[in-house]
């Protein structure tokens, strides 16, 4: 017992616990750079917004240890290919979530605003954007579970992480090193998902919570 | 930011694109191409099938009993968020489980409860009251309303579920070859430790197609399942 608290002390943990949170921050801000502009640019074309919905939808289908394994053979090892990998994961929730959300918007509340003289910009930055951001912000959250999640298959592309010490454990029979990781993984994606769904709740416009209480409609 | 700049390092090195193998691909078909592919789909299968065996009952009956759902949804979500790799290596750190496809198939049922109790006990949901009147009023026995009336009209709620499942699970099976769980992943993780990128091609590629093909499969079968939205759409 003593030596597996020993091992949460140890400078590899501290290091391995620093890249992996780097890992998925950089991976999770990028993925949100990219996603974000995309559904942005496509939400109003119908055909556009499906070719976005859809190729999010296949993107996500691509399980997350191919993805990291295709991209070896064509940037090899390390932190950036592992990074290029973790992105390309973190980019389809953001891009489905952002393009539904963008488009479940009710076409009147939309007529009524620009009846009120609101332009363009306007009625995307204090309509469209606030109504949409509960849903944008679940996208985000679903994406950044799975990039802390898929942060621990870096280890096998030579990313550093976490996995590193589970791997590490598994190979020299080391539980307290293996069960130490694991711990700290799965704490890690518990918090990103408790801590990112504490941030919906914040993002969520006070109107729009009393209007679902009034309407009382199951979010489907 | 060390490793990163060593990432570049590698990046600039002579690892750059390399053309596929098809000689190995054609030599290596029957005995490790399609092993592993068949490997992967029973790993698939099975897990799909305890964890529907599960669900089913356990989704029918907090549907019934609504206060036993946040505890479930509470705990099958807490084994959903814990990432594979780690929940592989606990598993077989376990005695009496060890390395092998055991630990992968437990794991890979784990994932899939959360997301398939949550679509059973929305399609138990979905069924209007008033449906489940009349059939009581055409003295259809609880029993009847329930196998007759309830789980027909959830049922495509309930493959919206196990659609979702089996792509997450079509993943995840990949990482278990890394705790001999067999597979296509064991082509990828033999790829990578030889340097050998057509290996980890193939069974990248496979993977992701056998999880897309999976995917519109059961989502024609959803819709299959649902004539009534498609007379609605009409």
Known sequence: ?220 | MSSFKAGLVVLQSDLGPKTLDWKWISNNLSDEIIPAVIGHVYLSFVSVAIALAISLPTGVLVSRYRKAYPPVTFVTGLLFSVPSLAAFALLVTVPGIGLGPRAVIIALVAYSLLVLIRNVVAGMDSVAEETKDAARGMGLTPRQILFRVELPLALPVIVAGVRIATVTIIGIATIGAYISGGGLGELIFTGISRNFPTRVIVGAVLATLMAITADLALLWLERLLRPWARVRRA
């Open chain 1, 1 to 220: 017992m003593n030596e597996f608290f020993a091992v949460f002390g140890r400078d590899d943990f501290l290091n391995q616990l620093l890249v992996h949170v780097e890992l998925s921050v950089a991976a999770l801000l990028i993925g949100v750079v990219v996603a974000l502009p995309l559904a942005l640019a496509t939400f109003r074309s119908p055909l556009w917004a499906a070719v976005a919905i859809n190729t999010g939808n296949i993107g996500r289908a691509v399980p997350s240890l191919a993805i990291l394994a295709l991209v070896f053979p064509l940037l090899g090892f390390g932190f950036a290919p592992s990074l290029v990998a973790l992105t390309l994961l973190a980019i389809p929730p953001i891009l489905i979530n952002a393009s539904t959300g963008l488009r479940q918007v009710n076409p009147q509340v939309i007529d009524a605003a620009r009846g009120m003289g609101l332009s363009g910009g306007q009625i995307l930055s204090s309509i469209q954007l606030p109504i949409a951001a509960p849903v944008i912000f679940a996208g985000i959250r679903t994406s950044a579970v799975q990039v802390v999640a898929s942060a621990t298959l870096a280890t096998f592309v030579g990313g550093g992480g976490l996995g590193d010490l589970i791997v590490l454990g598994l190979q020299r029979n080391d539980p307290a090193v293996l069960i130490a990781g694991s711990l700290a993984v799965a704490a890690l994606a518990i918090i990103t998902e408790v801590g990112f769904g504490a941030l919906e709740r914040a993002f969520t416009p006070k109107g729009l919570l009393v209007a679902r209480k009034r309407a009382h409609t199951p979010s489907k």
